[in-house]
């Protein structure tokens, strides 16, 4: 790996996937700047590179937020220098955008009672797609800009979503299909100036933010976690540290010089399944 000192920007860092990227790079001599909604979860993890030896600075910022992004690229570029590295990893998915049912029924339609698509509320579509894209779009502008004379790399995380949406999250899976296509476009836009912007796709990985969905209170498994497992011919969740064989390829320009523009998906099969 031809990483040690450079500057790595990570968005959604408090995360159990993003956390775990943020990590590996430090470990391979980055010097990481974590940026998170919640202060005190990037500065756990921060805390966390540096008891390890590592380099780690922390900011509490709102991806949706552009001033707030500008401040925190001055901060970090007068304390670690320019970036090289962007990981646009915030994103998520919210219940107030998430259907009750899997499959319409005749009668949904009038019901105030359950979240149905036709009750979904705009404000609420547009949180989560925002959210996913907007989020995207944004620290890409900012930190890109970094990248203009010396090149850089520009990893987005996208989702199973983008290849085959799943039932119940429309907005999510229409950003996420969309965050692939703004890798694809970003790639080609970028090209001539040496910055090479590829996606991560993970399948499916207990966090935080999927736990209470695949996992009753009493710790078994959901109906849908057997969907899912179903329909994964690895037959299991995916661990947080078999992304970042993909994600240290993707950053070192030895190994990936010539790779712009792909969506690599990171699944245990789940893409490659037709059921049958």
Not at 128 to 133: I, K, P, S, T
């Amino acid at each position: 790996m031809k990483l040690e000192n450079k500057v790595a920007v990570i968005t959604g860092a408090g995360g159990v996937l993003c956390s775990a990227f943020a990590k590996a790079l430090a470990s391979e001599g980055c010097k990481v700047a974590l940026i998170g909604l919640h202060e005190e979860n990037v500065k756990r993890v921060a805390a966390e590179i540096e008891n390890d030896g590592g380099c780690a600075l922390y900011y509490e910022c709102n991806v949706l937020d552009k001033e707030n992004l500008e401040r925190v690229h001055n901060d970090i570029k007068s304390k670690l220098g320019e970036c090289n590295i962007l990981i646009n990893g915030a994103g998520g998915n919210n219940p107030r955008c998430t259907t009750a049912k899997e499959y319409f029924e005749k009668g949904d339609e009038a019901s105030e009672e359950i979240k149905t698509f036709f009750n979904l509320d705009k404000e609420d579509f547009s949180f989560v797609f925002d959210l996913n894209l907007v989020g995207t779009l944004l620290p890409t502008q900012v930190f890109a800009r970094d990248m203009i004379e010396n090149g850089g790399n520009i990893i987005n995380v996208s989702s199973m979503n983008a290849f085959r949406p799943l039932t119940k999250i429309p907005a999510y899976s229409s950003a996420k299909s969309a965050v692939s296509n703004l890798t694809q476009w970003l790639a080609v836009h970028f090209a001539k100036s040496g910055i090479r912007v590829n996606a991560i796709a993970p399948g499916f990985f207990v966090t935080k933010q999927n736990k209470d969905m695949l996992y009753d209170k009493n710790g078994n498994p959901t109906p849908r976690t057997k969907k899912i497992l179903d329909a994964t011919p690895m037959r299991r969740f995916g661990e947080p540290k078999e992304l970042l064989g993909t994600l240290l390829w993707l950053c070192d320009d030895n190994a990936s010089g010539f790779v712009t523009g792909i969506v690599v998906p990171v699944d245990g099969g789940f893409s490659a399944y037709s059921g049958v």
